[in-house]
């Protein structure tokens, strides 16, 4: 089972740029399948990306389409999120998770299992 730590959260302005990490241990990183999801107060956890297990491929939801890139760098068992042009309503702890099943549909929300303790993101105006 795969741990997941994730780090970079921070109070920041609506317009501004900032990445998120998400750094893995004790097991094969590159066996997983990543994704970051987002809560927000009073709502319920929303996917917002994933990335294959070599990183070709990603997929995004509507909230995470054009302005967050998901990447991972396997070397350093680690994934990122890059967020541009943050919004206040991208304002939600943010957390990574983790799958290792197979299958075209490699992507589903439902299949993340292993999550981290969220890092927060704060957007203010």
């Known amino acids: 089972q795969v741990q997941l730590v994730e780090s970079g959260g921070t109070l920041v302005q609506t317009g501004d740029s900032l990445r998120v990490s998400c750094a893995a241990s004790?097991?094969?990183?590159?066996?997983?399948?990543m994704g970051w999801f987002r809560q927000a107060p009073g709502k319920e956890r929303e996917f917002v990306a994933a990335?294959?297990?070599?990183?070709?491929?990603?997929y995004y939801s509507d909230s995470g389409k054009g302005r967050f890139t998901i990447s991972r760098d396997n070397a350093k068992n680690t994934v990122y999120l890059q967020m541009n042009s943050l919004k206040l309503e991208d304002t939600a702890v943010y957390y990574c998770?983790?799958?290792?099943?197979?299958?075209?549909?490699?992507?589903?929300?439902?299949?993340?299992?292993?999550w981290g303790q969220g890092t927060q993101v704060t957007v203010s105006s």
């Open positions: 998770g983790a799958h290792d099943i197979s299958g075209p549909l490699w992507y589903m929300p439902a299949l993340f299992r292993s």
């Open positions: 004790g097991d094969t990183f590159s066996s997983y399948v």
């Open positions: 990335v294959s297990r070599a990183g070709g491929r990603t």
